[in-house]
């Protein structure tokens, strides 16, 4: 569905550039979007090698599995259907590691693990389990201390202080992930009292 509507955005901005004469304007507006894209991406590819590398060697310091310790009751709370021992459990304290420190491309490749392995424990194939959900509200809304991606973008651009936005960030994704596992609950309650 998504693919249609961006097939629409850009069938319609054609046509409109068409109709009114600007067709050089919105050739040239693609040119420049598209080299704006690499220019980003080539700022983001250091500070996340960056980010990365420092995760590796908390990684390897321990601290990683010391933030595992302490989100594990919360892990426990959130996932009350998931065995504990159970590797999606691990996948999960992963995700939500690397989210918490900023690190979004990184915490992805553990939240399709994690998916998979609730997908393995969930009764109806066809249909997003309780633990689904809520590991896909919890990674889209995370907490998050370091925003590493929002501050190397701002890096790119020139920012005078690209850091200025960690406490406005804590704030907001503090505010959503309280909102996301608010909302997760009444669903789950409401979910729980209809029996379905």
Not at 39 to 58: N, P
Not at 67 to 75: I, M
Not at 87 to 104: D, E, H, K, Q, R
Request: proline share 4%; aromatic share 8%; net charge positive.
């Amino acid at each position: 569905m998504v693919n249609w509507i961006w097939l629409f955005f850009i069938v319609a901005g054609f046509v409109v550039a068409a109709a009114t004469g600007n067709v050089e304007a919105v050739t040239q507006a693609a040119f420049d979007g598209a080299k704006s894209g690499v220019t980003v991406c080539f700022g983001l590819i250091s500070i996340l090698v960056f980010w990365l590398g420092m995760m590796r060697i908390a990684e390897d310091a321990g601290l990683l599995s010391k933030l595992a310790v302490l989100l594990r009751p919360l892990v426990r709370f959130l996932f009350p259907g998931v065995p504990k021992n159970h590797p999606a459990i691990g996948y999960i304290m992963s995700n939500m590691s690397a989210n918490i420190l900023g690190l979004g491309n990184a915490a992805t490749p553990m939240g399709i693990k994690a998916m998979q392995e609730l997908q393995k424990l969930n009764a109806n194939k066809e249909t997003a389990s309780p633990a689904m959900c809520t590991l896909l509200a919890l990674n889209t809304s995370s907490i998050t201390l370091i925003p590493t991606t929002l501050i190397a973008i701002r890096m790119n651009y020139n920012s005078v202080n690209p850091a200025e936005i960690v406490g406005t960030t804590l704030i907001a994704t503090a505010i959503s992930t309280a909102a996301a596992i608010l909302v997760d609950r009444w669903y789950r309650k409401r979910s729980s009292l209809s029996g379905s």
